[in-house]
């Protein structure tokens, strides 16, 4: 069973246009974290986000943190086919880390 | 720097048969992490060590067994390897970083169970 829930599992868009990926879960969490996977590698960190409502940004990619420190969004602006990959999320609580399914995400040039 | 490092990258068993996959990390971590990671599943928690010496079961444990030999090396031992255990393995540690614990993964060992 998941506890973090990924919203949509794939998504496929073409270069220049805008996506948000959606990470939901009914526990609470101290902090929460995006990495970004791509094929044949490990997961790297993107951001961590630990204050409910902040807002951190990265270049184009936009990252929020839920007011209740619940659920979090990824927000791509003119997305590029360097964007592609693998989106995953995780709820990290006292030093252990609870990841989502991910989403898959193609930017076609 | 080399971070985290996996072997092997790659490795076929037949079933029944036991294999240790590696991990070693270099940034003198306390907490070192084995997942599994399967489609449409993401990556699932198979054991943890928070320092040297600990070490505690994740949410999929059932057929692995761990050693934390020391602060730089944590191992993943398969004693009796069955289908159901092909997936990429993600050895990864992590350090406390003003409240939030920073990840580092490694490259991954892709392992086919016949």
């Known amino acids: 069973t998941q506890l973090l829930e990924q919203s949509p599992q794939f998504l496929s868009i073409q270069e220049g246009e805008n996506l948000t990926v959606y990470c939901n879960s009914s526990?609470?969490?101290?902090?929460l974290q995006w990495y970004r996977q791509e094929p044949g590698e490990g997961p790297v960190l993107l951001v961590t986000?630990?204050?409910?409502?902040e807002v951190k940004k990265l270049k184009r990619l936009t990252f929020q943190f839920g007011d209740a420190r619940k659920d979090s969004s990824l927000h791509i602006t003119a997305a590029q086919p360097g964007d592609t990959g693998l989106y995953l999320c995780?709820?990290?609580?006292?030093?252990?880390?609870?990841f989502g399914a991910g989403t898959q995400v193609v930017v076609t040039p | 720097n080399a971070g985290v490092t996996q072997t092997p990258k790659f490795q076929v068993l037949k079933t029944g048969q036991s294999m240790t996959l590696q991990c070693a990390q270099d940034?003198?971590?306390?907490?070192m992490y084995w997942y599994r990671q399967d489609p449409g599943m993401g990556l699932r928690l198979i054991y943890y060590?928070?320092?040297?010496?600990?070490?505690d079961k994740g949410e999929v444990p059932n057929g692995y067994n761990v050693s934390r030999l020391n602060k730089r090396e944590f191992s993943l031992r398969l004693e009796s390897a069955a289908p159901s255990q092909t997936s990429v393995y993600f050895c990864?540690?992590?350090?406390?970083?003003?409240?939030?614990?920073?990840?580092?993964f490694g490259p991954g060992t892709r392992l086919t169970v016949l």
């Open positions: 990864a540690s992590s350090e406390l970083v003003l409240g939030a614990d920073t990840q580092y």
């Open positions: 526990s609470v969490f101290s902090s």
């Open positions: 986000v630990v204050t409910g409502g």
């Open positions: 995780a709820g990290v609580n006292w030093g252990k880390f609870q």
């Open positions: 940034m003198n971590h306390n907490s």
């Open positions: 060590s928070a320092s040297e010496g600990t070490t």
